[in-house]
Structure formats: structure tokens, C-alpha cells
């Protein structure tokens, strides 16, 4: 199984800024949702000594700090990895989206237009939705083929593009375009299989629109 999962919520989140690779701590409603997301996922996962949880986060601060909550909740030990880390937005970091269409108008315009465009854009000149993507998925996939059930927490955009990569490899079956999890939500996946979803009470269902 592959349980993929976006960190809790920032104050950064609350106040729409894009977060890309600054390291922003969770705030007290973030540490409330990754509490209620390691309570859910301990009553889910299948925990058997046949069947091992390997737990692995994201570098920075915000996915580090839920894994640990989840890590205790499941008994696994996590594990960081750099390569799971967010889109690196560049000199968007830290803006609200006025402020980026203020100064960026014409790649705010392009980035808010999704499609192949959105996708390969380096928005304040970091990396491209592809590039994050690729990186994810290449780090997701080559442990899929452990008998293992992977936990895997990470940030909304690059998961998406990364599990969108994982889809078009045949790693999962998704029955349409990933969805951009909502803080603390959660997609379980039967790699080879259909694809089933889960996210926190009491957040919004997760929706497939281009976030950070």
C-alpha cells in the first residue's frame, strides 16, 4: 500500500502565501490536523510483522514536524528525504497571489491558466511543476516495489505532480488527474490497483487546482 499525505497546516497556508522550500513550522490548527491524521491513519494502516510501514518526509520543517506526529501514532521511525520536498517557487516565496500577480503578472496569468503552459513554468525563475514531479515520483516509485506499506509526507503540488508521473509510469491506477490534498489530507493507494482517497474530517475534500 502507498499512503501519500500533504503536512498540516502554516500560518503561511492561513495567509495564502506560497511556501515553496521555505522552512515554515505548522501552526497550533496544523498540529491539531496532524494529530487527527495520525489517529486515522494508525486505525487504517494494515500493521503486521509480514507487511513493515516505512515512513518517509520531506526536508522541511512543516512535513517533518507531521511526520513525527504520524511516526509515534504508527510505530514507525521516519525518514527525511530532500527529494520530497515542494516546488521551488523562487521569488514568488512568501507572496500572497496578489502580490505575485502585482509583480508577475504575466506568469501569474500563465501559472492561474493550468495546462501544459502552468506545468512547465519557473515561477520566479525555481523549478517547474515537471522537474517536481519527476523528482517525487523517481524517489515514490523505486521503493514501491518493497513488500512494505510506504507512508509518504509531503506538500500539495509536488505530491499531485508526482503522483500524476507515478499514473503515467503504471505505478498506480488514479480513475482521473491526481487531487491537490487539502492540510493533513490523505490518498491511499493499492499500487497496481484502483485508487482510493481519504482526507481529515472536517477539511475540504481535495480538489485538482494548482496551490503551493
Not at 530532500?82 to 500577480?101: P, S, Y
Not at 506568469?107 to 511543476?129: D, H, I, P, Q, S
Request: aromatic residues 6%; hydrophobic residues 40%.
Amino acid at each position: 500500500m502507498l499512503v501519500v499525505a500533504r503536512h498540516g497546516r502554516t500560518a503561511w497556508n492561513a495567509e495564502g502565501r506560497f511556501q515553496g522550500w521555505a522552512d515554515v513550522p505548522l501552526d497550533r490548527m496544523g498540529r491539531e490536523q496532524a494529530e487527527a491524521l495520525a489517529e486515522k491513519l494508525a486505525s487504517q494502516l494494515p500493521i503486521c510483522a509480514s507487511a513493515p510501514v516505512h515512513l518517509w518526509s520531506s526536508d522541511l520543517l512543516r512535513a517533518r514536524q507531521t511526520a513525527e506526529v504520524v511516526g509515534r501514532a504508527i510505530g514507525a521511525c521516519g525518514r527525511v528525504e530532500r527529494a520530497l520536498r515542494e516546488v521551488d517557487v523562487g521569488r514568488w516565496e512568501g507572496l500572497t497571489r496578489d502580490e505575485v500577480l502585482a509583480r508577475f503578472p504575466g506568469e501569474y496569468r500563465l501559472w492561474a491558466g493550468g495546462g501544459a503552459e502552468a506545468r512547465e513554468l519557473r515561477r520566479g525563475g525555481g523549478e517547474t511543476l515537471s522537474e517536481a514531479g519527476r523528482r517525487v515520483a523517481e524517489f515514490i516509485g523505486g521503493r514501491l516495489a518493497d513488500r512494505a506499506t510506504l507512508v509518504v509526507v509531503g506538500h500539495g503540488m509536488s505530491l499531485q505532480a508526482g503522483l500524476d508521473d507515478l499514473g503515467r509510469q503504471g505505478w498506480v491506477h488514479l480513475s482521473g488527474p491526481a487531487p491537490h490534498l487539502p492540510n493533513a489530507g490523505y490518498l491511499a493507494l493499492d499500487p497496481g490497483g484502483p485508487a482510493g482517497r481519504g482526507e481529515e474530517p472536517g477539511v475540504d475534500p481535495p480538489v485538482a487546482l494548482p496551490r503551493t
